[in-house]
């Protein structure tokens, strides 16, 4: 053998190596595809943007990211079902959105079941958030990043600060346990997710409707109401809005790339209240410099309605719901 030879073997086999190291690298890179029913200017569109921004930096292209506002890819109502058959692989989820097919969930869209954004943040290391996590989990989602916002009342021809003021109103109330409370307290239900209000209140088929802060803003329903209920101070709605990934699309990312999504979502949370807790106040102000009369419910008010969604609510949950007594006790512990 020349002694050429043994040079040009040796070199054929980096070059191959080279060429395997760059196969199995380009294999790796995956683009995954988040999907949510809110507009590109909302508050939470950034978030997610932020959270595929950091885990595409941290795992150096490995997982990309394509992101779709406004449901755009799914309807709001379809997403858990594409994220728990693997054909959406994350999405900013109203947890409660899923409670047709995992009833639990209503918990987290309950009256009065909490009192502050701080409150619900603090689920992830309490019984009533592992509770939750594990729920979705065996149902085909994990939650990396929690986020809970505060919502407030808005209404045409008559301000709804106190139950019996939803009496014959046209009301979207999102979530069935708040549909069931107000349908008691004399209201008619119309369900739709929060995309849908606007239409909806110009073409008079809803009178008020309950929804986030941030949705109040991003949708500009100033322009279709007349008064605003504010959770300034306190507020009767909470919903759980988390950054979820499918459990399919979670199981096939290797373990360093689950521990940087898991890492990213965490990291984010302290932003996450932030940017809820601002929604407070900002809705507010935009209200009111859209000349739309505003009210921050007070305590007391507040406590007439958790006394209504004891009643109602609260009842029909745990008689309706497995475990649905438990759940409700965890979260008030």
């Not at 305590?299 to 497995?322: G, Q």
């Amino acid at each position: 053998m020349s002694p050429s030879r043994p040079r040009l073997l040796v070199s054929c086999t980096v070059v191959l190596a080279l060429l395997f190291g760059a196969l199995m690298t380009s294999a790796a890179a995956r683009e995954l595809r988040i999907s949510h029913q809110f507009a590109e200017g909302d508050a939470r569109h950034a978030l997610a943007a932020e959270f595929a921004k950091a885990v595409e930096e941290k795992t150096k292209g490995d997982l990309t990211f394509k992101i779709f506002p406004s449901q755009a890819l799914f309807k709001s109502a379809a997403q858990y079902d594409a994220l728990s058959k693997g054909a959406l692989d994350l999405s900013v989820f109203p947890l409660a959105y899923a409670s047709g097919k995992i009833p639990e969930l209503d918990v987290t869209l309950m009256p009065c079941i909490i009192t502050s954004v701080e409150e619900g943040m603090a689920w992830r290391n309490k019984e009533i958030g592992k509770r939750v996590e594990k729920i979705c989990e065996d149902r085909g989602m994990k939650i990396l990043t929690w986020l809970w916002y505060a919502g407030g009342i808005g209404s045409r021809g008559k301000a709804v600060i106190l139950p019996e003021d939803a009496t014959q109103l046209k009301f979207r109330a999102a979530g069935k346990m708040f549909e069931f409370m107000l349908n008691k307290s004399g209201a008619s239900i119309t369900s739709m997710p929060s995309s849908e209000i606007y239409m909806a209140l110009q073409t008079k088929v809803l009178d008020a409707c309950l929804t986030s802060a941030e949705s109040f803003v991003s949708y500009r329903l100033y322009e279709q109401l007349e008064y605003l209920n504010t959770p300034d101070q306190y507020s009767i709605w909470y919903m759980a809005e988390p950054i979820v990934i499918g459990m399919k699309t979670w199981e096939a990312l290797t373990p360093a790339q689950q521990a940087t999504v898991a890492e990213v979502g965490l990291s984010l949370e302290k932003k996450a209240a932030q940017i809820s807790v601002e929604a407070n106040a900002v809705v507010s102000k935009v209200f009111q410099d859209n000349g739309v009369k505003t009210h921050a419910m007070t305590l007391e008010e507040w406590k007439i309605w958790e006394k209504l969604a004891k009643e109602t609510a609260w009842k029909e949950f745990a008689a309706k719901v497995p475990a649905g007594q438990e759940l409700l006790d965890l979260a008030k512990q």
